[in-house]
Nanobody, 122 residues
Framework: QLQACGGGLVQAGGSLRLSCAAS????????MGWFRRAPGKEREFVAT????????LYGDSVKGRFAISRDNAKNTVYLQMNSLKPEDTAVYYC?????????????????WGQGTQVTVSS
């Protein structure tokens, strides 16, 4: 089970940190990622953290502004979002997979959190 939180309303240029806590399974086996869906748009890949290789992957629209990290001791993954833009407004979902090579393909993530709203005002 994944529980995401940390969304809210922020002005353009501001920052937010999302967190996603995993429970019920061996957390270290997962790839943890973030996706988002803006109104009227398709789901978009944001970032992922591969525990097996300790590597990260980012969507083009957030590179250099967002950073994903995870804390195995707390079974939690974080998404630090800086320099936020109005176009970052969306519902953000955390996701997890037991496939250590999963990247940006949403359909390969088996577990999903409930989503948290991020709104960036101009």
């Amino acid at each position: 089970q994944l529980q995401a939180c940390g969304g809210g309303l922020v002005q353009a240029g501001g920052s937010l940190r999302l967190s996603c806590a995993a429970s019920g399974r061996t957390f270290r086996l997962y790839v943890m990622g973030w996706f988002r869906r803006a109104p009227g748009k398709e789901r978009e890949f944001v970032a992922t953290f591969r525990w097996s290789t300790n590597s990260t992957l980012y969507g083009d629209s957030v590179k250099g502004r967002f950073a994903i990290s995870r804390d195995n001791a707390k079974n939690t993954v974080y998404l630090q979002m800086n320099s936020l833009k109005p176009e970052d407004t969306a519902v953000y979902y955390c996701a997890a997979s037991t496939n250590p090579l999963v990247g940006s393909e949403a359909y390969k993530y088996k577990y999903w959190g409930q989503g948290t709203q991020v709104t960036v005002s101009s």
